[in-house]
C-alpha cells in the first residue's frame, strides 16, 4: 500500500533560477552547495532530460546510507516542474520497495515556494521518523541552493 508525504519549502530566489540549480543541476552544485552532505554527483545514463539517470554520493555519516540513484521521469522546464523516482541505494531495499517525488517550484512574494510531494511503497523494516529525516533533509539542500544563489548572484540566470 503505497503512502505519501509532501513539504513546502519557501525561498528568497526566483522559482527559474532555483529550479535550474536545485533540481535541473544539482547534480553538479550539490558538492558545492551540500559539501557537509554530498561528495559527488554525476550522470550516469542520457543528456538531463525525461530518462536521465544520475548518481549522489554522500559524505561518510552524514546519512544512513552512501548514495542514492534517481531517475528523472519527467521535465517541464517552463512549469519548474520534475518528477523522479529513485531506483537504486538510499533507503530502498531495507526501507521501502519504491519512491518517487513531484517536485514543482512557483513564485510567492518577490521568491518562491518548492513544493514536494513523495510517494512511497515502504517495507516492513520502515518507521515513520524516516519522513521527518527525509523532510529535514529536502528543506536542507533547497536552503543550501538558496544559499548559494544569494551568494552567486549571477549563478544559474
Not at 518528477?83 to 541505494?89: A, D, M, Q, Y
Amino acid at each position: 500500500m503505497s503512502s505519501s508525504w509532501s513539504l513546502e519549502v519557501e525561498c528568497a530566489v526566483s522559482a527559474p533560477r532555483l529550479f535550474k540549480a536545485a533540481v535541473m543541476e544539482w547534480h553538479n552544485l550539490a558538492p558545492k552547495a551540500a559539501s557537509d552532505k554530498v561528495v559527488s554527483a554525476v550522470p550516469i545514463e542520457g543528456d538531463g532530460k525525461a530518462g536521465s539517470i544520475r548518481q549522489f554520493n554522500f559524505v561518510p555519516g552524514s546519512m544512513p546510507f552512501s548514495f542514492v540513484k534517481e531517475r528523472l521521469d519527467f521535465i517541464d522546464i517552463e512549469k519548474c516542474e520534475v518528477k523522479t523516482t529513485l531506483i537504486e541505494g538510499g533507503p530502498l531495499v531495507i526501507y521501502l520497495e519504491s519512491t518517487s517525488s513531484q517536485i514543482t517550484i512557483e513564485p510567492k512574494d518577490g521568491g518562491c515556494v518548492a513544493k514536494i510531494v513523495s510517494t512511497y511503497t515502504p517495507l516492513p523494516a520502515f518507521e515513520e521518523k524516516g519522513i521527518d529525516m527525509m523532510k529535514q533533509e529536502c528543506t536542507g539542500l533547497f536552503k543550501a541552493a538558496e544559499a548559494y544563489l544569494a551568494a552567486n548572484p549571477d549563478a544559474y540566470n
